[in-house]
């Protein structure tokens, strides 16, 4: 039990806690709440693999900005508990154990495709960033602009949709 | 080290937690939730190839993963602030009908 | 018992950096609110803190008294887990932003490990980012403490806040681009040294000269998005109660000032790491005789400590005061006789000093300016402060290219 897999444990429990919390919670703002751990016990794991640059990327970009977007519009909106429906109890059981056989068939197609790849061990002299932005200003340089024109398209629409009707 | 594989089937479960969640959840802000939950799933996927591969192409992906689940957040949750607003409900079970 | 010690050093001596730097940062909390107290009385011409202890040094004590045995009251109809999740993830946010940061270049060697004064190891390679990581999620301590008080006053004051702190967020991490395209590196300790890349130049090669566009805007930026006066308006006590810890009461306020103090204190430790050069001296490296500067400050604000301390009106203050001179004066001293600790204790010195600078600055601030109203402050941020900082790392990006493209100059 080397100190890197008890760190994975840990960390995909934290995930897997998570996600499991996001469904049973009642109040939308629980469910915010832990998937906001799920994504930092992820950006923990990037971290584990090597990946600094990301990691930083997903707590700045996923934790501090989209969730926070999520909790406002949920306190925004006043969202309260959820309604519970006789139809969706029921079809609970049988969700999940079909929920569970996709989950095990896409895991089981990749484990037996892949003849159990083992981690390379990563001997990164620059560090990621460097190598991270000479991609993506190099070979990803035009799928790069596309994306901030896609902000831009995202800014104006959010814009436009809230705006306050006309009246 | 850690085998790559496990980090495939800890994606593989947050996966399909997030479906579980989308099918069966009724509040439009959770479901929207479970949508960032998958995508979370396929990054972790992304990372731990790009790891065992020795590329940095999966990084990369990751972060443009990454913008367009912003832009989508920021437009998705500006659609449910109207729908909330003009429908006062945030369940989905009673905004099946196009008829107010 | 020994072996145990030896296989595990490096998370014994990483555990007892923590509790430390812990027990360090908490006391300067404490002290800085008796600094802010004091410096904008004195500014206001009236005396603040004096009564509790000499020159009101025991008020922090005291206040920390009061706030563990006020009554704790939690208000009817709130979210309890989240109502007692925010100050908690407030509190821990802020204080985890201190482990990132180096406080000395050199280590010390003790039992054969290298001991670096910061808890984070030096080569972490994405420093800035990471700290900066830590102060995006600091939004949710404010926005989840205005909407589990399950009133209007802190959920707006809450909204306005965390409204305010994701606007001014785009501005401080722009206006940072500057300072790293110039050092080439997120590392806090590369900042440091790309700036004293020509030791002889001593104040002249720090970012403030290149980069003061990019100073004006971060510090800005910065105080924005701690929450502080000129733009603390969310919880300004004459617009909305208290904002969003109105319905807070002793411990729990408690930790969100902490959480503010301390943010407070990481902002001016990366404003002086990334603008003023961190740990170098304003001195050219050839002038070895500021190596006494540190010596030259403390011996005659020892003596002067002691001097005022004899003529003290209470009889505590006459034993206190001396006794903390001559502290400070034998400090002074042991730094003139021990050549080695003397040259080792440059680094943190000069950084402190800078530091204290900084938090002056912030309070001197408070203690001046008017406050924002909200729609100006957002208009500030969004149209002046964002623009400005695209504008420096334009410019800064030109002037690296022509500087690559003609030769360095």
Not at chain 1, 61 to 73: Q, T, W
Not at chain 3, 105 to 119: A, E, M, N, S
Not at chain 3, 279 to 305: C, D, K, M, N
Request: charged share 10%; aromatic share 12%; hydrophobic share 55%.
């Amino acid at each position: 039990m080397t100190a890197p897999l008890v760190v994975f444990f840990v960390l995909a429990g934290l995930a897997v806690i998570g996600a499991v919390s996001l469904i049973l919670q009642k109040h939308p703002i629980h469910s915010a709440l832990s998937l906001i751990v799920v994504m930092i016990a992820l950006a923990g794991l990037y971290l584990l693999l090597g990946a600094e640059f990301v990691a930083a990327v997903q707590i700045i970009i996923y934790g501090g900005a989209i969730m926070v977007l999520f909790v406002l519009v949920i306190m925004l909106l006043n969202a309260g508990v959820e309604e519970h429906t006789s139809i969706s109890k029921m079809a609970g059981a049988p969700g999940l154990l079909l929920v569970v056989a996709l989950a095990g068939l896409v895991a089981a197609t990749i484990v037996r495709s892949t003849d159990s790849v083992l981690s390379t061990s990563q001997a990164g002299d620059m560090s990621s960033t460097l190598e991270i932005s000479n991609m993506l200003f190099k070979d990803f340089v035009y799928p790069f602009e596309l994306t901030s024109f896609l902000i831009l398209v995202a800014v104006l629409g959010a814009m436009v949709l809230a705006q306050r009707e006309k009246s | 080290m850690v085998p790559t594989n496990y980090y495939v089937i800890l994606s593989a479960i947050l996966f399909g937690l997030g479906v579980f969640a989308f099918v069966f959840k009724r509040n439009i802000i959770t479901i929207f939730m479970s949508i960032e939950l998958m995508l979370n799933a396929v990054n972790l996927a992304f990372v731990a190839f790009s790891q065992a591969l020795g590329k940095l192409d999966g990084q990369v992906f990751v972060l443009f993963v990454i913008v367009v689940a912003a832009a989508e957040a920021a437009v998705g949750l500006g659609i449910i602030i109207l729908i909330a607003r003009n429908r006062q409900t945030l369940n989905v079970e009673r905004v099946d009908l196009l008829k107010l | 018992m020994n072996s145990f010690l030896t296989t595990n050093a490096e998370l014994l001596i990483t555990l007892v950096k923590i509790a430390l730097l812990l027990f360090i940062v908490l006391t300067v909390n404490a002290y800085l609110t008796w600094f802010e107290r004091k410096v904008v009385a004195h500014m206001q011409s009236r005396w603040g803190p004096h009564r509790v202890g000499p020159h009101g040094l025991l008020q922090p004590l005291a206040d920390g008294v009061k706030f563990l045995f006020k009554e704790d009251p939690t208000p009817a109809g709130v979210d309890k887990f989240v109502y007692y999740l925010a100050p908690l993830l407030a509190l821990a946010l802020a204080l985890t932003g201190i482990a990132l940061i180096p406080f000395g270049p050199d280590p010390i060697r003790l039992f054969g490990h290298d001991i670096y004064l910061g808890i984070a190891p030096p080569d972490v390679n994405i420093g800035i980012l990471a700290l900066f990581a830590i102060t995006a999620m600091g939004v949710y301590g404010v926005a989840l403490a205005g909407w589990s008080s399950n009133s209007k006053y802190p959920l707006m004051g809450g909204l306005r806040s965390s409204a305010q702190m994701i606007s001014y967020e785009l501005a401080l991490t722009m206006s940072v681009v500057g300072v790293l395209l110039m050092a080439g590196s997120f590392n806090l300790k590369k900042i440091i040294e790309a700036q004293g890349h020509h030791p002889e130049w001593g104040i002249l090669g720090w970012n403030i000269w290149p980069q003061i566009l990019g100073f004006f805007c971060f510090f800005v930026a910065a105080i924005a998005e701690t929450n502080r006066a000129p733009f603390d308006l969310p919880e300004a006590e004459s617009e909305l109660v208290a904002g969003f810890h109105t319905e807070y009461a002793s411990f729990k306020f408690a930790m969100f000032f902490i959480a503010e103090y301390t943010s407070m204190i990481t902002v001016s430790c990366l404003c002086s790491i990334m603008f003023f050069g961190g740990w170098l001296s304003p001195f050219p490296a050839s002038w070895t005789f500021t190596h006494y500067f540190p010596s030259a400050i403390l011996i005659p604000f020892g003596v002067w400590v002691i001097w005022d301390g004899l003529r003290y009106e209470t009889i505590f203050g006459r034993i206190i005061l001396p006794g903390m001179g001559t502290a400070i004066a034998g400090l002074g001293a042991v730094l003139v006789l021990l050549p080695g600790v003397n040259l080792f204790i440059q680094g943190p010195f000069w950084l402190l000093l800078k530091i204290l600078i900084f938090l002056f600055v912030y309070v001197w601030m408070r203690g001046t300016l008017p406050r924002f109203r909200y729609d100006q402050l957002m208009s500030f941020g969004w149209k002046l402060l964002l623009p400005l900082s695209i504008v420096n790392v334009i410019v800064t990006s030109f002037v690296i290219l022509a500087k690559m493209t003609w030769g360095a100059k």
